[in-house]
Each structure stands twice: as structure tokens, then as C-alpha cells.
């Protein structure tokens, strides 16, 4: 009988450590063993070690999504710009190359012949070239503008709350995130729009905001890495703001050195198209006058005349 309840109790233990062995900051995550290791997979067969006590590296992210999506695996689960030098994430997830810590590479080519130079996010911050490219160093983003538009909502939004609302959604949702780098918030109650500036002091390499802000854009869009799949939902006097959109804006310790000749056509053919109606403007300005004078001209001819 004795014997019978100790393996009850150890099959009991068993199975309360398996429950126990999850990862609450990836929801693709494997694991078991004790203690409890967690990894996901971004290669075939390449699996990745991962610290669930915290919010997993961005590059980490991008490979596991990068590794489902080749596969056909799910990745779902159901303002402006703060300075001249931000700049936005055009060119969506890639297959990076990470350290072993995480960071990313500073030079990136996902598996092609073309590569080009990124931040700690892991944004383009250059030029796409050949595989001569150099990238010096990983340039540190230091300020992310998080630009939010939320649901309608009832009543107004009381704004003498929104920003200690907001630093605390984001302290609780990720992993204790640190509050103290929320340094400001704009609304405009009309637009239903929030600006979030989230800043770091230059130099700074402990802090890592570009993970919060990954973690932040898939919650928003209803993609959450999380096992938990809560919405990022911050409460204003009772009043929870549901978000619908999101827009990021990077800004690093050196500004980026994007150049007109990688421009893309789109944006080519609005600067000709603007070219074209300045000269066409200044054309019709010019003949106008000279219409004009033309007309002074024949009416002197004509007072001459009669005199």
C-alpha cells in the first residue's frame, strides 16, 4: 500500500513539473527535462536555447518565425516621425544572423548575394550592396516612437492618466519592463492617436527596447509571441483602450545613410511627378508675363497713334 502511494505521489510530481515546464515569452517553445529547458526551432533541426524569464531576442523571433513560414507552419494566433532621422521597418522579417547572445550581425544578407548594414533592432539602416559591404559596428537604437491608434471608445479618454496607464500596461506585459523609459505621450483624441516616445540614455547597453517594442507590434496586430494571448489593452479609469494599429519608428545613436539612388520606384515617380509640375508651373508663369508685355507693348503703339 505505502509503495502504491509513493508512486502515485511521484507520478502526482511528474506531471505537476511537466505542467510547469512552459515558456511564457514564446508560444512556439519546446520544453522539458529538469530543470526546465525551453528552445524553438530556426532551422531544420537547429534549435535555439531560449531564457523564458525574459523577452526573447528579436533576431531569435525573426529566425523562428522566418524557419514557420518556409515550412507552412502558422505564425498567427487568433504621428509621426520624433525626429528627421527616424526611420520605419520597410522591409518586414527576414532570416537573420544573430551572436550567440542574441544581438544581430551588424551585416545582413539573408542567404543572397545581396546584403546591407542594420541596427540592434535589426532595421535596414543602409544601402542594400554585394557581400563587400562593410559594416563597421551594430549601431544601438536608443528611442523608439511607438505610434498607436486605438478602438472607439465610450466618453473621452482622460489624458492627465494616459501616460502612467500606458508605462504601466507596458511594465506589466513586458516581463518588467522598466517604466521609467517612457518619457512621454502625445493624444490627439480626434485621430484616436497616441505617440509613446520609450528612451534610453546614449551608451546605454543594458537596456534593450527594441525587444518590447517587437513584443508590442505583434500584440497590436493580433500575432502575439506570448503563451499568454492578451491583447496589449492599457486601462484609463476603468476604460480599457483596445489598439488596432501600430507604427514604429527607429531612431539610433548615428542616423542611418540611406541614399537617393536605392530609392524605391514609387517614390521616384512622386519626386518626378513633382519636378514635372514645378517646371510646368514656372513654364506657364513665364509665358503669362510675356503675354503680358506683349499687350503693354501693342497698347503704347496704339496711344502713340492717335497722338
Known amino acids: 500500500?505505502?509503495?502504491?502511494?509513493?508512486?502515485?505521489?511521484?507520478?502526482?510530481?511528474?506531471g505537476a513539473s511537466a505542467q510547469s515546464c512552459s515558456c511564457a515569452t514564446m508560444k512556439w517553445a519546446t520544453c522539458d527535462g529538469t530543470p526546465c529547458t525551453c528552445n524553438v526551432l530556426v532551422g531544420n533541426n537547429v534549435k535555439q536555447t531560449l531564457n523564458c524569464n525574459a523577452l526573447i531576442p528579436k533576431c531569435f523571433l525573426?529566425?523562428?518565425?522566418?524557419y514557420?513560414?518556409?515550412?507552412?507552419?502558422?505564425?498567427?494566433?487568433?504621428?509621426?516621425?520624433?525626429?528627421?532621422?527616424?526611420?520605419?521597418?520597410?522591409?518586414?522579417?527576414y532570416d537573420p544572423d544573430c551572436e550567440n547572445d542574441g544581438k544581430f550581425k551588424a551585416k545582413q544578407c539573408n542567404n543572397t548575394e545581396e546584403c546591407w548594414c542594420v541596427n540592434s533592432a535589426g532595421v535596414r539602416r543602409t544601402d542594400k550592396g554585394d557581400k563587400t559591404l562593410?559594416?563597421?559596428?551594430?549601431?544601438?537604437?536608443?528611442w523608439v516612437r511607438l505610434q498607436l491608434?486605438?478602438?472607439?471608445?465610450?466618453g473621452s479618454v482622460d489624458e492627465t492618466k494616459l501616460k502612467a496607464a500606458?508605462?504601466?500596461?507596458?511594465?506589466?506585459?513586458?516581463?518588467?519592463?522598466?517604466?521609467?523609459?517612457?518619457?512621454?505621450?502625445?493624444y490627439d483624441p480626434k485621430a484616436r492617436m497616441i505617440l509613446v516616445d520609450v528612451k534610453k540614455p546614449i551608451g546605454d547597453r543594458k537596456s534593450d527596447l527594441t525587444h518590447m517594442a517587437y513584443y508590442m507590434e505583434?500584440?497590436?496586430?493580433?500575432?502575439p509571441l506570448f503563451k499568454n494571448q492578451e491583447k496589449f489593452e492599457p486601462t484609463v479609469s476603468?476604460?480599457?483602450?483596445?489598439?488596432?494599429?501600430?507604427?514604429?519608428?527607429?531612431?539610433?545613436?548615428?542616423?542611418?545613410?540611406?541614399?537617393?539612388?536605392?530609392?524605391?520606384?514609387?517614390?521616384?515617380?512622386?519626386?518626378?511627378?513633382?519636378v514635372l509640375a514645378v517646371v510646368a508651373g514656372l513654364l506657364v508663369l513665364f509665358f503669362a508675363r510675356k503675354r503680358q508685355n506683349q499687350r503693354y507693348n501693342k497698347a503704347q503703339q496704339r496711344e502713340m497713334e492717335a497722338m
Request: net charge positive; proline share 2%; glycine share 4%.
Open 62 to 66: 525573426m529566425k523562428a518565425e522566418m
Open 218 to 223: 505583434k500584440d497590436v496586430k493580433v500575432l
Open 166 to 186: 500606458i508605462a504601466d500596461a507596458i511594465h506589466k506585459r513586458y516581463v518588467n519592463f522598466n517604466k521609467d523609459m517612457v518619457k512621454e505621450i502625445q
Open 238 to 274: 476603468s476604460q480599457k483602450l483596445e489598439m488596432d494599429n501600430i507604427l514604429v519608428y527607429y531612431v539610433d545613436e548615428e542616423a542611418p545613410t540611406f541614399t537617393m539612388k536605392n530609392l524605391s520606384g514609387g517614390i521616384i515617380a512622386v519626386i518626378v511627378v513633382v
Open 68 to 93: 514557420r513560414a518556409k515550412k507552412g507552419l502558422d505564425t498567427r494566433t487568433l504621428g509621426g516621425k520624433p525626429v528627421e532621422t527616424a526611420f520605419v521597418d520597410n522591409d518586414g522579417i
Open 1 to 14: 500500500m505505502k509503495i502504491w502511494i509513493a508512486l502515485v505521489l511521484v507520478a502526482f510530481a511528474a
Open 149 to 154: 491608434t486605438h478602438k472607439p471608445v465610450n
Open 134 to 142: 562593410k559594416c563597421e559596428k551594430l549601431v544601438e537604437t536608443y
